[in-house]
């Protein structure tokens, strides 16, 4: 039986530059997809995939996103008043503890920026989830890799098949032999030059782990783009524990650009049951 994972890291120190000039002063994740910013969806997969712990890697400027996860009082105080319901918030409410921040000084890589929270992850295995890339799915993305873990433990990366031509942004899996979604990893390669890539089975940003991956990064050996990539650091796992890509069954909406905003906010609105009608309708009016 696979130890459980009950911490996630987020990391939410990005400056978010593709997205200005919006992100000058609201952080990226604070952007709004239908009505509620891109760090709910993630932090939602995260609480029904059975996580307990958040553990957000900030930076400076991101202090709107710990506010967003605390109370309002004067803005509860106010809905009260005035006879309206608080439910609106619940989401955004957390219990004592439940998140943790830590700050990456220094924008040097997502492998740093997971490794910032090493001393708060410890000694058990963790989820990551990157924000900007809201997965949409029934189960969602991360639980439907938990019900993965329960089964083949060690560690498992959520995988997606993107066009040759594409291959060259992610971080892309060599697959070995598969057994329904899930399949071996024989190796990992953080933006592979074009055409060279092992596979169109990118890494869409979300990953349980286990703690030895922390191991790897203490080394602080940069990788593609001068950064330390998280992909070098799980890929000099490979071969001492067990590596799976689970082949995710869902969407996926790249957040991390102004173009895949609007396309998140078309989709997920659409999905809706309130604003949905609505929104249908006027997209086929257009
Ligand atoms: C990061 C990861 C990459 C992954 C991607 C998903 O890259 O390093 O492996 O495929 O997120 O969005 P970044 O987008 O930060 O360059």
Request: aromatic share 6%; net charge negative.
């Amino acid at each position: 039986m696979a130890n459980r994972v009950r911490k996630a890291v987020l990391p939410v120190a990005g400056l978010g530059t593709r997205l200005l000039p919006a992100t000058k002063s609201i952080p990226k994740e604070m952007i709004t997809v239908v009505d509620r910013p891109l760090i709910q969806y993630a932090v939602d997969e995260a609480r029904e995939a059975g996580i307990e712990e958040l553990i957000f890697v900030t930076g400076r400027g991101k202090s709107a996103l710990v506010d967003y996860f605390d109370h309002a009082y004067e803005l509860e105080a106010t809905l009260k008043a005035k006879g309206k319901s608080l439910d609106v918030l619940a989401p955004s409410n957390v219990t004592f503890g439940e998140v943790v921040t830590v700050r990456q000084q220094q924008p040097l890589g997502l492998g740093h920026a997971v490794w910032c929270a090493r001393h708060i992850v410890g000694d058990e295995p963790f989820a990551v989830l990157l924000p900007d890339e809201l997965m949409f799915g029934t189960p969602n993305c991360l639980a439907q890799m938990m019900r993965a873990y329960d089964r083949v433990g060690g560690n498992i990366v959520a995988a997606l098949e993107v066009p040759a031509s594409e291959t060259h942004k992610y971080g892309v899996i060599d697959p070995g032999p598969s057994d329904g979604r899930l399949t071996q990893i024989r190796g990992m390669v953080e933006k592979p030059a074009a055409g060279t890539a092992p596979s169109n089975l990118m890494l869409p940003g979300r990953y349980i782990l286990q703690p030895e991956v922390m191991r790897q990064l203490d080394a602080q050996e940069t990788g593609a783009g001068g950064e330390i990539q998280l992909t070098d650091a799980m890929a000099r796992l490979i071969g001492t524990q067990p590596f799976h890509a689970f082949l995710f069954d869902g969407a996926r909406y790249d957040c991390g650009s102004a173009e895949g905003f609007v396309i998140a906010n078309i989709a997920m609105a659409m999905e809706r049951e309130d604003v949905g009608p609505a929104v249908r309708e006027f997209i086929a009016r257009l």
